[in-house]
């Protein structure tokens, strides 16, 4: 099965991708699912617009799609029932985006969210890669305060802190880093090879609109890798963080 970690749907600043043309990408580029995010201006602002769009779109897909959460943490208590409003509406992860929604990782704003994801069983996205606090390493420390939740590092920290990657998953066993953007024969080559990391802490990503499903998918398909590890890498591991009724029984296995 192919898992696609993070997409997301709508409009952005410089790009576009609506649930449509994603599935027909995802056809024909064999993703059975894909994980989709609202856009930027949803994450940071029009919480309820983007929770809808996403759930929306799921509902449409036939399990094909899952939607991300999101909530800005400056809005409170209000942010707390935004979640669970979006639970209730079908959605299987938390987005964060703390350069979008402007806050430190490590200053507590962000801890009645986690709070939320740790009820739901939700693994948490956290988009690295833009300094000075958005990056891998502090994303690192608050897997550390939350042993009970999986993070996902999106981006791994692409492309200027490529070399936070290793320590900071070798520093947090709940953290699992994202291909997106990353080449296999450096960086990708270098984790799997790790013994504190291994390639089952990585997860496929195509981070679209801003990527292509092409590079994506032929990043990992041409990176030598043992059946085992091209399977967890491309879903398996991150089939075992949303739990397995959580994701269409019907799809056909790939490598």
Not at 64 to 88: C, F, H, I, K, N
Not at 172 to 198: C, R, V
Request: aromatic share 8%.
């Amino acid at each position: 099965m192919r898992i696609d970690a993070h997409v997301r749907i709508g409009v952005q600043r410089e790009a576009e991708l609506s649930p449509e043309l994603l599935l027909a990408r995802m056809d024909e580029f064999d993703i059975d699912c894909a994980l989709i995010a609202p856009a930027e201006g949803q994450i940071a602002y029009y919480n309820r617009e983007g929770n809808d769009a996403v759930i929306a779109a799921s509902a449409r897909s036939g399990g094909r799609l899952l939607a991300y959460a999101v909530a800005t943490p400056w809005s409170g208590r209000a942010a707390v029932t935004e979640l669970r409003r979006a639970q209730d509406g079908g959605a299987r992860a938390l987005c964060v985006d703390s350069a979008l929604q402007g806050f430190d990782l490590l200053d507590g704003t962000i801890e009645p969210l986690l709070a939320v994801a740790a009820e739901a069983g939700w693994p948490v996205y956290v988009r690295t890669g833009t300094p000075p606090g958005h990056l891998p390493l502090p994303t690192a420390t608050l897997a550390r305060r939350h042993p009970e939740l999986s993070f996902v590092m999106g981006r791994s920290g692409a492309t200027d802190f490529w070399a936070d990657a290793g320590p900071a998953l070798r520093s947090a066993e709940n953290l699992y880093g994202d291909t997106s953007y990353a080449p296999w024969d450096t960086l990708l080559s270098g984790l799997a090879a790790d013994p504190e990391i291994g390639a089952k802490r990585l997860l496929f990503a195509t981070d679209q609109p801003y990527a292509t499903v092409a590079g994506e998918v032929a990043r990992i398909a041409d990176w030598p890798l043992s059946d085992d590890d091209r399977a967890a890498v491309f879903g398996g591991t991150l089939l075992s963080l949303l739990g397995e009724a959580r994701v269409p029984s019907s799809a056909p296995e790939r490598l």
